[in-house]
């Protein structure tokens, strides 16, 4: 049997594994933090030997500067409205496919058709851009919003991953109940597993918005013209081959992270509830 600690011993373990914990948080957020101060610092200030660590003054030039030499409205529209029908239609489907999963076992050809959607977790990405562009052209949706929101949003990972929470906290018997009180599949599925699969779905939804908002390969491959670039895409056709205004490209990755960072801040005891599922037993 293993000894027990005493409570200094336990005492010290803790403040040691905060220590290790606090420095490893601090590694992490000092390229958000050095991105912020950067934001309202000029083009020197960005580059002076030793660093500043705070802009002296504050500026916001940088911010005034992006609004004038690029369509940044237009922009934040194009990925508010391409991110967010992203992740409805995400949730939906996966969702939906989740609970079929999950429910209906005896559905012919259940598990091959599961093993089948986890087998195209293997395939790379970079693999399916030119059969997925080609499909795109096939349906008119080059520089549409339909070529940005609707691939990927049946993605393999995300039906895994509600079919997982819904198997192990949807009982069957109170599906069953619902059958006999006369309810329909899709009733089910909206008045009683959308609701108990919040959690997960608020997770989910995260990491979808995350993915979505961030996208740049696919939206330079499918979007053409200015009015339909998106806030990655603008930011990053501010580099230029002669020069490069840093303090603008600063300014508009923390307009890109800040959507980001309020949408983990509103909905993180969704979303922690949603990882944590499932990790401690009953």
């Known amino acids: 049997m293993r000894p027990q600690r005493t409570p200094l011993q336990r005492t010290i373990g803790r403040t040691c594994l905060t220590i290790v914990l606090s420095l490893l948080a601090l590694i992490f957020l000092f390229p958000f933090y050095w991105l912020f101060v950067s934001a309202f610092k000029t083009q020197a200030q960005i580059f002076t030997v030793p660093p500043d660590w705070l802009p002296h003054p504050a500026t916001v030039r940088n911010?005034?500067?992006?609004?004038?030499?690029?369509?940044?409205?237009?922009?934040?529209?194009?990925?508010?409205?391409?991110?967010?029908?992203?992740?409805?239609?995400?949730?939906?489907?996966?969702?939906?496919?989740?609970?079929?999963?999950?429910?209906?076992?005896?559905?012919?050809?259940?598990?091959?058709l599961f093993a089948f959607v986890l087998g195209t977790m293997m395939i790379p990405g970079a693999v399916t851009l030119i059969p997925t562009?080609?499909?795109?052209?096939?349906?008119?949706?080059?520089?549409?919003?339909?070529?940005?929101?609707?691939?990927?949003?049946?993605?393999?990972?995300?039906?895994?991953?509600?079919?997982?929470?819904?198997?192990?906290?949807?009982?069957?018997?109170?599906?069953?109940?619902?059958?006999?009180?006369?309810?329909?599949?899709?009733?089910?599925?909206?008045?009683?597993?959308?609701?108990?699969?919040?959690p997960a779905l608020a997770a989910l939804g995260i990491m979808q918005l995350i993915s979505s908002w961030n996208n740049l390969m696919w939206a330079f491959i499918v979007l053409r013209t200015r009015d339909m670039l998106t806030l990655p895409v603008v930011i990053y056709l501010l580099?230029?081959?002669?020069?490069?205004?840093?303090?603008?490209?600063?300014?508009?990755?923390?307009?890109?992270?800040?959507?980001?960072?309020?949408?983990?801040?509103?909905?993180?005891?969704?979303?922690?509830?949603?990882?944590?599922?499932?990790?401690?037993?009953?």
């Open 63 to 112: 911010f005034v500067d992006l609004y004038r030499e690029t369509d940044l409205p237009r922009a934040l529209l194009n990925s508010v409205v391409i991110s967010g029908g992203h992740v409805l239609l995400s949730l939906f489907l996966c969702s939906l496919a989740g609970y079929a999963f999950a429910k209906f076992p005896q559905a012919p050809g259940h598990s091959k």
């Open 133 to 198: 562009f080609l499909v795109m052209v096939k349906l008119h949706w080059i520089n549409t919003y339909w070529a940005m929101i609707i691939p990927g949003a049946a993605g393999a990972f995300g039906i895994f991953w509600m079919r997982q929470y819904i198997g192990a906290n949807v009982p069957d018997d109170l599906i069953h109940a619902a059958r006999i009180d006369g309810c329909g599949e899709f009733g089910i599925y909206w008045r009683i597993v959308l609701p108990i699969a919040k």
């Open 239 to 282: 580099q230029g081959e002669m020069r490069t205004p840093y303090g603008m490209l600063m300014a508009g990755g923390l307009l890109t992270a800040l959507p980001l960072v309020l949408a983990f801040l509103l909905f993180q005891k969704q979303f922690i509830s949603g990882i944590t599922a499932g990790a401690i037993k009953q």
